[in-house]
């Protein structure tokens, strides 16, 4: 191999380095808020590919010369990326669930708001769980965790031509599993709520006079907030454990993939 041909292989194999880290840092939450911008996230993963590069340089990957090929190999490593991205963030997608949940019975859903972290409208409690969760996922070095998967991933999956099994019943699956998950942090909410529903009821047996309409909503209201405020104490627990079952579901996915 002459100079021109070792120097196009390592930047071919940079660059397919590169799609994969540039697809997880997109939509992984910490490194892929909306907040930052694209540049920065492309930096990052620029330097995150640099950083592995020997590591994958050592297993002496396959590249074809041929464009399709090439391109095909491109667009694999790319959609492996955001997939792994996209599974790292179904744990916002899980806080978003809740807090919607939580919301809609305490009467919160007219007033969402934009979530900082993927730039969309959300309800309130759902940007405030996320946020949290996000906060907790630095303060406990979880990032490092997540560039450990990837860089873990080319084990199971190194860089070749050959495609990988996308199947449809894990994704479906996961979905089941996260709206799950979004129901059992809600749930202490929905019983407090359901206490407040229950007193107002007895009261308005005791004093039939009282208008129960006035005082249901400031009542479930109270409740709830004050249980959201009890589970606070509790919430890095909850996303330790969720952020477990998303790591979890990643090395599934690799080890369903690399059969």
Known sequence: MNLSDYLQWNLTLFMLIFSRWAGMVMLAPVFGAKGVPAMIRLGLAAGLSFVVYP?????NPVIPNE????????VKETLLGLT????INLLSMVMQGAGQLIDFQLGFM????????NGMQSPMTGSFLA???????????????????VTKSYEFLPINPVGVNYGAEFFIEITGKVLSLSLQIAMPVFGAILLADVG?????????????????????IIFGLAMLYLMIAFFGDTVSRVFDITMQWIFELFRGWSV
């Open 55 to 59: 590591l994958i340089q050592a297993q």
């Open 67 to 74: 464009l399709l090929p090439l391109i095909g190999i491109l």
């Open 131 to 149: 946020m949290i969760a996000t906060m907790l996922l630095l303060a406990t070095n979880s990032h490092y965790y997540i560039i450990a998967a």
């Open 84 to 87: 792994i991205g996209f599974i």
């Open 200 to 220: 107002v009821g007895l009261l308005a047996k005791i004093v039939p006079q009282l208008n129960m309409f006035s005082v249901i909503f400031p009542v479930k």
């Open 110 to 117: 007219t007033g969402n708001v934009v979530d900082p972290i």
